[in-house]
């Protein structure tokens, strides 16, 4: 019997994701995927699988999963409160999910997007070369209750018990990009302007993209109203009619008139799209020499991310300094107590 995800309640927005559709944008489709990449790469990496994997992407929310075999699974992204059985367990590790046992998952406690990752991934059918829904494209669609998902062979059943350290990025910060072809629209004065500024995240956001706002007056160019619509891709920031910065992420259309002050390194992509309502998100110009050399080391980071894993439960038989922890209260190797000797 084929293994499957029985999906019992998912939140708005639950849709299967992976590293989506490159090579399409001129026919009009963009990449889109998972909003957060990194956080596929840091699943597939504590399930020791290929990171081309299909898994379920929750947006704010989860929901109640089930499986039909015994699973393995692994959560990452924004993490959020969830139990297997009412039992709690670690967000950002892998686990066991035995047949027929409930997985809860609850909204996130910050951040945006959380990821359920399985043991051979959502083997869903491929629509032009991927798995994953393109919400803005009408491709696949949102995963509703009582979705019965196919799950692929798992190459490796037994390996769970990991867990992965977590790289912050659900609470805004600094987002680096470089200059683009529109770039000289903007004046000097209002590029500098731009990069000492604090961007609060709207209400408004969605796989297209995120829409910002500054206190004091928005972003203009005079010469950028006679931009002409072309080629636009994720990361790249518009500057819409009202001066206020969008920063477009996977599903984003693929063109647009909108002038483009720069674009976002894709390494720092998640941190736009985990950033909340509120959350302060800054930009630091660098130039491009640069961002090639951090996107180069951030590509082998994501590469090695196996070399970071960690067992959830140390075993005794691997801890070479066992006896310089104080296992029991009070009790010691003997070596620290001052004694009397008569």
């Known amino acids: 019997m084929t293994r499957a995800l029985i999906v019992h309640r998912a939140g708005p927005g639950t849709s299967v994701q992976d590293r989506g559709r490159p090579g399409f944008l001129a026919q009009g489709?963009?990449?889109g995927g998972a909003a957060d990449r990194l956080a596929l790469a840091e699943g597939a990496a504590l399930l020791r699988q290929d990171s081309q994997l299909a898994a379920l992407e929750l947006v704010g929310t989860g929901g109640d999963f089930e499986v039909t075999a015994d699973t393995r699974i692994a959560l990452t992204g924004a993490p959020m409160r969830a139990t297997i059985d009412g039992a709690p367990i670690v967000w950002n590790a892998s686990h066991l999910l035995p047949?027929?046992?409930?997985?809860?998952?609850?909204?996130?406690r910050t951040g945006n997007y959380g990821y359920l990752h399985l043991g051979g991934g959502l083997d869903l059918p491929?629509?032009?070369?991927a798995r994953s829904a393109h919400l803005a494209a009408g491709l696949n669609g949102p995963v509703q209750a009582g979705s019965r998902l196919p799950l692929g062979p798992d190459a490796k059943p037994d390996q769970t018990g990991?867990?992965?350290?977590?790289?912050?990025?659900f609470d805004g910060g600094t987002v680096r990009f470089v200059a683009g072809p529109q770039t000289p629209l903007f004046d000097a004065s209002e590029i500098d302007r731009f990069t000492a500024m604090g961007f609060r995240r709207d209400t408004r956001g969605n796989r297209m993209g995120v829409k910002l706002f500054c206190d004091g007056?928005?972003?203009?160019s005079d010469a950028g109203l006679s931009v002409l619509s072309e080629v636009i891709t994720p990361g790249d920031i518009q500057i819409t009619g009202d001066g206020s910065p969008f920063v477009l992420l996977g599903e984003c259309q693929t063109t647009g008139g909108y002038p483009r002050i720069g674009s976002v390194l894709p390494c720092?992509?998640?941190?736009?799209a985990q950033a909340r309502p509120g959350d302060?998100?800054?930009f630091s110009l660098i130039p491009l020499a640069e961002a090639v050399e951090v996107e180069r080391r951030e590509d082998t980071?994501?590469?090695?991310?196996?070399?970071?894993l960690r067992p959830l439960i140390r075993d005794p038989h691997n801890i070479h300094d066992l006896l310089s922890y104080q296992l029991i209260s009070g009790v010691t190797a003997g070596d620290d107590l001052e004694r009397d000797i008569p």
């Open 126 to 129: 491929t629509l032009l070369t």
């Open 301 to 308: 980071r994501r590469k090695t991310l196996r070399n970071q």
């Open 280 to 282: 302060i998100l800054r």
């Open 268 to 272: 720092d992509l998640p941190r736009v």
């Open 29 to 31: 489709l963009s990449r």
């Open 217 to 220: 007056a928005g972003f203009h």
């Open 99 to 108: 047949q027929g046992a409930r997985l809860s998952i609850g909204a996130a």
């Open 162 to 169: 990991l867990t992965l350290g977590t790289n912050e990025r």
